[in-house]
């Protein structure tokens, strides 16, 4: 049950990032360009969609349909990673569509337990939905899951810049 809600809300978080990254390529690409990575409009525009479609099926069908979304993980954690020791020089991750978004040491760990308990329910075979319950439980599991993708987003994008402008005062 872990595994699923920990898959569930990092799905949200993909699906929510990818629509930021093909409705504002821009900061993405930067942060592509700056790892020496395909950088286009387009290809991040591509990547966005990507992440909406491996977060959509995953939810919805799951098993080895969540393998895109590990992957993805697994990447973005190895990009954070460098970025975070700094040998991809880059202000934002570009993760949200947003140039103010700054790679983290949290990021890290947040990617790492995302490609994880994704794997683990992969390898398993189960949903990152607990489909066979109650119409209440899930509706309930669904709406705890866009509540903890929403307080993820506020931790990995909104608290490095609320922290930066404590740090200032």
């Not at 409009?41 to 919805?60: K, T, W």
Request: contains cysteine.
């Amino acid at each position: 049950m872990l595994a699923q809600g920990i898959s569930t809300i990092a799905l949200v978080l993909l699906a929510a990032s990818g629509v930021a990254k093909a409705l504002d390529p821009d900061p993405t690409r930067g942060a592509l360009k700056a790892a020496r990575l395909p950088a286009s409009s387009p290809a991040v525009v591509l990547l966005g969609l990507g992440e909406v479609v491996a977060a959509s099926v995953g939810i919805v069908i799951g098993g080895g349909w969540l393998a895109p979304a590990a992957i993805l993980y697994l990447g973005f954690t190895g990009f954070t990673f460098a970025a975070v020791r700094g040998r991809i020089p880059v202000q934002s991750c570009g993760c949200f569509g947003r140039d103010d978004t700054p790679p983290t040491t949290f990021h890290i760990f947040y990617n790492v337990i995302a490609t994880m308990a994704l794997g683990y329910l992969t390898i398993t075979g189960q949903s990152a939905v607990p489909w066979s319950g109650s119409a209440t439980e899930v509706a309930l599991f669904l709406a705890f899951s866009v509540i903890g993708g929403y307080l993820s987003y506020l931790l990995l994008a909104r608290l490095p810049q609320t922290l930066a402008l404590v740090g200032k005062s």
